[in-house]
């Protein structure tokens, strides 16, 4: 099966050892909707809207996570995306492609873009993956890396991908 963009190619390939990980339970340990792990040294927190959010510790990978409930939850991802990459990037484009992939039981949705970041005019490349982990929810992971950090950043990106759980 073909994956878009570096980061879904790497996501069968065999991982050399990495940073620890903590695992998130979203949106709290007591009642999972999922459960993920993200690198302790991307520093992994939630945002003000109830996102798991890190960045790397070079700041030049980001990744967010998030569950939308009921029937508009696609309108509101779209929505949310345009949010976070249009308050960084400008010249957004998708690359057209979506592809499906299975992870850990759940059928997962892959698309990618490609952007310039409005602070230094670099290139960036974002990928977002949408899964449902339990009926009537819509999960959501954004990734958005630098064109030079793709190398560095795949291979933990792709765990964090990989990690990837249904709740309880």
Same mark, same amino acid.
């Given at each position: ?5 570096l ?17 998130? +339970?979203?949106?709290?340990?007591? +009642?999972? *909707?999922f ?10 927190? =939630? ?5 798991i959010?890190a +960045? ?6 980001? *990744? ?7 029937? +508009? ?6 929505? =949310?995306?345009?949010? &976070? ?16 992939? =299975? *992870?850990?039981?759940m ?14 005019s ?15 929810t ?5 990734? =958005? ?8 950043? &795949? ?12 709740g309880?």
């Amino acid at each position: 099966m073909k994956f878009p963009g570096l980061v879904l190619l790497a996501l069968f390939a065999a991982m050399a050892a990495g940073a620890r990980a903590e695992t998130f +339970s979203y949106p709290n340990s007591e +009642s999972p *909707v999922f459960s993920v792990d993200i690198p302790n040294d991307w520093k992994p927190k =939630e945002d003000r809207q109830g996102r798991i959010e890190a +960045s790397s510790p070079d700041n030049d990978a980001y *990744v967010a996570l998030w569950v939308l409930k009921g029937k +508009s939850a696609m309108d509101e991802m779209g929505e =949310e995306v345009r949010e &976070i990459t249009g308050s960084t990037l400008r010249d957004i484009r998708l690359s057209g492609k979506e592809t499906r992939a =299975e *992870v850990n039981g759940m059928d997962v949705l892959f698309f990618e873009g490609a952007g310039v970041d409005k602070e230094d005019s670099d290139k960036v490349h974002f990928e977002i993956c949408l899964f449902s982990p339990a009926p009537g929810t819509l999960g959501v992971v954004y990734f =958005e890396y630098d064109d030079d950090a793709a190398e560095k950043r &795949i291979p933990q990106m792709t765990k964090v991908v990989k990690s990837i759980r249904k709740g309880k």
